[in-house]
């Protein structure tokens, strides 16, 4: 019982984890997407305030700097960037004739290291990067490790409104430790609760198996671990109600170890409790999984027969008597000892016959098989 429980709670742990690992990774999943889409909306916010007029009077070289137009776009990236803590760089891309990349207008300040001039060469520009150029869609990209370190990119088309030519694509990056912070924190609190769930489901299957380990315990008998007396007694009073409501047979079976106290005196308890097992294993192993044996006293069984009839409980009875005299207990180190059981048989003849007076009267026809000799069998 214990090993079969440990595999249940083994299978079910496993397939815990495949569930949970599918649920991480949903929800991970979940949480990218959703920050992607807010990087997107964010970006494309920011393209939408871009001036496509001043934008297209650039010339995409370093004449641009002495120009009005790139200084209001200078500014207008850099103010943008310095008000959103999470975004490393701003700039806006063109594509010359040679299909090579390069920057029109950047965020940051000519003195800063990350500084891009109007015209510099964007040489180790991602393939992802030159997509957006030649479909015109927007898209996050990344992260993406080059000069500037690794970064998660939001790359959005700006487009001339009158003619709708792609013009240029504006770039926004973020630190890709950053954008890992972001997948963490936000999808830490579900995945907690997915672990929790598990955790519970896993604790409440280990407790309902407790509990049922428990109640079987309860109703077994701790020696030869078939039924104890209370537990057979509920099992003859629910088959007793099922005969009332639907008739057929039914049939009990009084068991009892001939000359056992004797055996006890001679050879000592624990011989006495390795024939008890021996006997309730016997006689458990000979009746149909439908029938129960359980344990009522000392050397006492009683052996609950649904559905037969009192004809077919004899067969039984002779069948367990023949083959219980045949046991053999360690004969070397106890050539004399032997054992043999009487039995007396009740059949269900009447109904709200009740529990206690079926079980007398199997125990009276016991008595019968006891006066006439033991190892025999009597019937009520």
């Known amino acids: 019982m214990r090993y079969k429980k440990i595999r249940i709670i083994i299978i ?15 929800i991970i999943n979940n949480v990218i997407n959703e920050l ?55 700039y806006i891309m063109g594509q010359n004739k040679n299909g090579d990349v390069f920057f029109f207008v950047d965020s940051q300040l000519p003195d800063s290291k990350d500084y891009a001039p109007p015209g510099l060469i964007y040489e180790e520009v991602p393939d992802e990067y030159l997509f957006s150029f030649t479909s015109g869609l927007e898209q996050v990209v990344g992260p993406v490790t080059d000069r500037w370190g690794t970064l998660l990119t939001t790359l959005i088309p700006i ?67 078939i039924h104890n007396r209370r537990k057979i007694f509920e099992l003859v009073e629910m088959e007793l109600n099922r005969y009332e409501r639907n008739g057929g047979f039914l049939s009990v079976i009084a068991v009892d170890l001939d000359y056992f106290k004797p055996i006890n005196d001679k050879f000592g308890h624990f011989v006495g409790d390795i024939i008890l097992r021996k006997v309730s294993s016997t006689i458990k192993g000979m009746i149909r999984k439908t029938d129960h044996i359980g344990r009522v006293g000392g050397d006492e069984f009683v052996i609950l027969l649904p559905d037969t ?72």
């Open 159 to 225: 487009y001339d409104f009158e003619t709708n030519e792609l013009i240029a694509v504006l770039g926004m990056d973020i630190e890709a430790e950053n954008w890992y912070e972001k997948i963490f924190f936000q999808s830490i609190l579900l995945i907690g609760l997915v672990i929790l769930t598990l955790v519970l489901i896993i604790l409440s299957i280990n407790l309902i198996m407790k509990t049922k380990e428990l109640k079987i315990l309860a109703g077994t008998d701790s020696l030869t671990k």
């Open 36 to 90: 992607k889409f807010n990087l997107l909306s964010e970006t494309r916010s920011i393209a939408r305030s871009i001036n496509t007029e001043r934008l297209q009077s650039l010339s995409g070289n370093l004449t641009d700097l002495d120009s009005p137009n790139y200084s209001r776009l200078k500014s207008q990236l850099y103010n943008i960037r310095s008000s959103n803590k999470s975004c490393r760089f701003l």
């Open 12 to 26: 079910f742990v496993i397939l815990g984890l495949c569930i949970t690992t599918l649920a991480i990774w949903g």
């Open 309 to 380: 009839s009192e004809e077919n409980a004899v067969t039984i009875a002779e069948k367990i008597r023949a083959r219980v005299e045949l046991l053999k207990f360690e004969e070397k180190k106890y050539p004399e000892l032997s054992i043999s059981v009487s039995l007396g048989i009740s059949a269900v003849k009447e109904k709200q016959i009740g529990v206690d007076k079926l079980l007398d009267q199997a125990d009276m026809a016991l008595y019968t098989s006891k006066q006439k000799g033991r190892n025999q069998i009597s019937v009520y």
